[in-house]
């Protein structure tokens, strides 16, 4: 029937985000101070950066902590997508400081 969900796909779904959670509220914390606002900003820099370089948000805060903890990266599979994310949140920063 048209709306019903499917209870293993929901389950999946949910496990993702719990797995996401503590990347995404570190790069938030890290947006935070950066730029010095407040949790609700920082996370609409991160929800921007992820829209405008199509990239999933869980994976745009695996680039933000990673570059601000020297790693190489969050082996995202495409080097360029990673690339674009560094380049769109530096920009947003830089426009928004």
Do not use: W, Y
């Not at 730029?35 to 805060?61: I, M, Y």
């Not at 903890?69 to 990673?82: I, K, M, R, V």
Request: proline share 3%; net charge negative.
């Amino acid at each position: 029937m048209a709306g019903e969900v499917d209870p293993a796909v929901e389950n999946a779904q949910l496990r993702e985000a719990l797995s996401s959670r503590p990347v995404i509220e570190q790069a938030k914390g890290m947006v935070m101070l950066l730029r010095g606002c407040t949790a609700a900003e920082a996370f609409g820099v991160l929800v921007t950066v992820s829209q405008l370089s199509n990239v999933k948000l869980r994976d745009v805060a695996a680039v933000v902590v990673a570059a601000a903890g020297g790693e190489a990266g969050p082996g995202l599979s495409d080097a360029d997508a990673e690339r674009a994310v560094r380049a769109v949140l530096c920009k947003h920063l830089l426009d928004a400081g």
